[in-house]
């Protein structure tokens, strides 16, 4: 692991983004915003989960007319996500949004961003430049428009453009993201720029694409820059509902001990001829019971005799699966063997002893 990149500290409402502050895990809303009742329940929804900034789109008067009501409902980071129109953004920071994410390329004249950016300025809150592979200025200048060659260099320079302009306006509460939808562009875009200024990156894979892939894409990409030491919020785009998204940027941050888990930790082997029960719906099971025990626990959930003894030992409580029957491991030591028929039941019982104990 590198050291984490040294950055200005930059306030998203409560929560502090860079310097030395944990890396926040950020969502976005997929109601429409002009449903005050459903985008607040999913927003609830999020924060329940471990959300610690959330973004809704206003591409439109009646959502920005939403924007005070769903803000008075909920306890995070409200972030209003902006294209096209300055009036818009406007109307969002007069409703006390706590940020906005702009992309200042597609406000059509500079007038229209000199005009946002004051209003940011007067009001005290932040704007996120965000440039995206698929929206970049001048994008279409390019001979291949997916050669990172060309992409990477023309995605770093535009922020760093849009920097320059806000910062002749006197405005310095900035936030940058770099995103594509190409892991490798993602990286080098964000290893790039953090090398040529000293504003908080926000960081993911923009289209990641369904829970799956997109998982996988997050993880690499992300995972590469955390362990760089770039980064300081982080969003896992996937397409579905977003409460998914949450448990995996979680995820990500905790295998870098960059975070604490949210949940136990379960180590189970892949399987192989030798497993002799159903480890897979043993796991399953597991999973859903565990889910709000306390984080620091480890279970592992072994197959047979080669690993599953040491593995088993190691965790606070495991099984290891062998001819007929398993053993049961609590702390290191060996409990009993369980017949097969027997381990779910067996197993989940240990389980809640150690969690209420």
Sequence with gaps: ???????????????????DHPIAVQSMTNTPTADVA??????????ALGCEIVRVAVPDRASAEALSAIRAEIHCPLIADIH?????????IEAGVDGLRLNPGNLKKPEYVRQVVRAA??????IRIGVNSGSVREREQLEVVDDEAELVPLMVDTALEYCAQFEALGFSDIVLSLKASSVLATIEANRAIATRCDYPLHLGVTEAGPPGVGTIKSAV?????LADGIGDTIRVSLTGPPQREIDVAYDILASLELRERRHPEIIACPTCGRCEYDL??????????????????????MGCVVNGPGEAKEADIGV??????????RKGKLLRQVPHERLADEL???????TQS
Excluded: N
């Design 1 to 19: 692991m590198s050291k984490r990149r040294t950055t200005r500290v930059v306030r998203k409402g409560s929560v502090p983004i860079g310097g």
């Design 38 to 47: 459903a985008t607040v329940a999913q927003i609830l929804e999020l924060e």
């Design 84 to 92: 096209f129109s300055h009036r818009l953004a406007l109307a969002a």
């Design 121 to 126: 300025g007067d009001a005290g809150i932040p």
């Design 221 to 225: 990409a992300l995972g590469i820059l």
């Design 280 to 301: 897979a719906a043993l796991v399953e099971r597991v999973q859903e019971m565990v889910r709000g025990a306390p984080p620091s626990l480890t279970i592992a959930v």
């Design 320 to 329: 290891a699966g062998g001819k007929g029957s398993a053993y049961l491991f």
């Design 348 to 354: 989940m019982a240990e389980i809640k002893k150690l």
